[in-house]
């Protein structure tokens, strides 16, 4: 069969699986988009249109939207999983057992406790016989699927995986890369929510634009420390789902993770925050996980600490500031990260 008669599946109708599930319906591909909620799905059908969570934008002709998760799954060759961190693990219990032989691609940006898992580690556990890939990068919703030109990275060591991805999924405004270092990639999807909350907050701040420059890097400086010592490989953090991702969600107000921040930075609470933006914001959830693994692994992230004081101590933001800026000076770049390349991904 030809690349281009490829079934496949987006599980989750937010915003981010209704983007897929278009652009590669749009593609010419069959697809499927499952969700959960009768009354959305009702209405997609009707207007052609996500007005919850995808508004201003029209559903190609030719997807195919329901709330049945076997019929959803059907002869589908791929199935992407877009369901929050949360919810991911209980989406694959109900289908775990249909998935043996499939190419299962995550796109979820966020870490499972306990067990600090990768969604892709939930896929392994839950559909043990499933072929695994990850998909991230700088890839906002709204921007896909307004036909900005974008690009992302699928990651599995299943060469071969990466080629169906992209070929499902690549068109004229998306270029999909490849990458073998799949614990790397979504190590960087996940790690960079907790900067884009920080970067949110600083903007309400009404920062300088030398300090937003200062925490971008540092920010990359703290998440490569953290994912070398857990065994990614640090030049994956130079790419696309490294410094591309950590870029778009640090700058960008339609990031969920930085509408958090601003809106916390401006006074509000974190459940007033998150009540507001009505959709999922990951780096919530992975700020207290990871501020646990590090501490656990004895690895530094003063901004992830900082964060955590504010967010989770009743800390101020002025006493936050004022450590960070009085802690021990450092060196620039730590060079000894990159003598270290990608233990998880060689095997060793
Ligand atoms: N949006 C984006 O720009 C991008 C998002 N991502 C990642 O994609 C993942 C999904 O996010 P996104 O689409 O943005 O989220 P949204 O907040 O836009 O939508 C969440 C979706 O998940 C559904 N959902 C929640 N719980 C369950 C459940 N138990 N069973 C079935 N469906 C459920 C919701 O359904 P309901 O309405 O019924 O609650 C809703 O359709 C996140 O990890 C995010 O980080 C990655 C790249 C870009
Ligand atoms: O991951 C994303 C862009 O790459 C989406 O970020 P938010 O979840 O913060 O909106």
Known sequence: MSEQKQ?????????????????????????????????????????????RYLPGFKLDPSLRITTGIQAALGSADIIFLAIPSGAFRSVLQQIGGSLAGKAVVSTTKGIEQPGFLM?????????????????????????????????????????????????????????????????????????????????????????????????????????????????????????????????????SPMSRNYQVGHALGKGQTLEESVAQLGQVAEGVNTLRVLKQKSEEEGVYMPLVTGLHAIIFEQRTLEDVIARLMSGEQKDDVEFAAFSQLGRRETGQ
């Not at 109708?13 to 697809?31: D, E, K, R, Y």
């Not at 690009?151 to 990466?162: H, I």
């Not at 070929?167 to 999909?176: E, F, K, P």
């Open 7 to 51: 079934a496949v599946c987006v599980l989750g109708g937010g915003s981010f699986g209704t983007t897929l599930a278009n652009l590669m319906a749009t593609n010419g591909i069959s697809v499927t988009l499952w969700l959960r909620d009768e009354a959305v799905a009702r209405q997609m059908n009707e207007e052609r249109e996500n007005r």
């Open 119 to 251: 969604m892709s580690e939930i896929v392994e556990q839950e559909a043990p016989a499933a072929r695994v890939a990850v998909l991230s990068g700088p890839n906002l919703a709204k921007e896909m699927a307004a036909g900005a030109l974008t690009a992302t990275v699928v990651a599995s060591a299943d060469e071969q995986l990466c080629r169906k991805v992209q070929a499902v999924l690549g068109s004229r405004t998306l270029r999909v890369y490849a990458s073998q270092d799949r614990y790397g990639v979504e190590l960087g999807g996940a790690l960079k929510n907790v900067y884009a909350i920080i970067s949110g907050m600083a903007a309400a701040m009404g920062v300088g634009e030398n300090t937003k420059s200062m925490l971008i890097t540092r920010a990359l400086a703290e998440m490569t420390r953290f994912a070398v010592h857990m065994g990614a490989n640090p030049m994956t953090f130079l790419g696309l789902a490294g410094v591309g991702d950590l870029i778009v969600t640090c700058t």
